[in-house]
């Protein structure tokens, strides 16, 4: 009944042909025959005369997304896509709700492969989960009871569970020779997160349970000893107001629990050097 301006811009003319060409029958009028899709991308006289006839007023994109599916699909059978809300420009409560079955909560097909771009918009409309009552209660009930069975010492998930974090960054060397900072940063961050760790993102959080001083030198002389007990005695009197007071690590300490599957007693001296990468 008109062109196509999304996703893909033809002309009512250019639409006919492209459903001649994969089988289908072109009519004018929409009592031409039974069971007739009328298909339209814009309100015009014509359209809005069937849309007060409570016709289904089908956008055109159902068109491209059946032809879409059925290049992914190859040799399998031929089928027409169910509706789905995206698809309507006009129809009854009736459709409406026929159609809202065909998609999840978040609107993905339940019948075709969505598009990277679709998949995309999908997730940015996905709402971000808040916290509950419910949900903590039920969290600090879980890991009583892993807790209480000890299965808490066989997940990698659990092994920073109740930990609360601070990255300390302030001792990066100004042009170290070698390694990547910025991996070894993220590969500590990981670890944490996976491990079940909170981040805290400034040094003033309250509830920080562990500082790691993240230095990296570039050997490991007596002179570079030196140095990093000096930064974690400097460390040290930084936090040392806090009640409770949060125990003082470097980041080999995160590596070497995860090595071990336990935390490690942080009175261990856990130096951190680097030489053509860090660890």
Known sequence: ?????????KSKAELEETIKANGGSIFQTHTAAEKMICIADRRTVKVASLQKLRQDLIKPCWIFDCLRQYNIDKDRPRFLLPLEPKHLLFAPE???????????????????DVSIEELKQIMESMPMPTKSKHNEITMSALKEEVRTHNSHKELPGWL???TVVYLDQDHFPPKPEGGDLNMALQLINNTLLFGGAKIAETCMDETITHVIVVVLLPNTDERTKKLEKSIMKQ?????SGRNPSPRIVTQRWVQESWEERTLLGEEREFFS???????
């Open 1 to 9: 009944m008109t062109d196509s301006s999304k996703p893909e811009k």
């Open 94 to 112: 009736e459709s409406q709700k026929s159609a809202a079955q065909n998609v999840d909560e978040y609107g993905d097909s339940y019948a075709r």
């Open 160 to 162: 920073f569970i109740d």
């Open 235 to 239: 460390t040290r009197e930084k936090f």
């Open 273 to 279: 050097f680097y030489t053509t990468a860090p660890t």
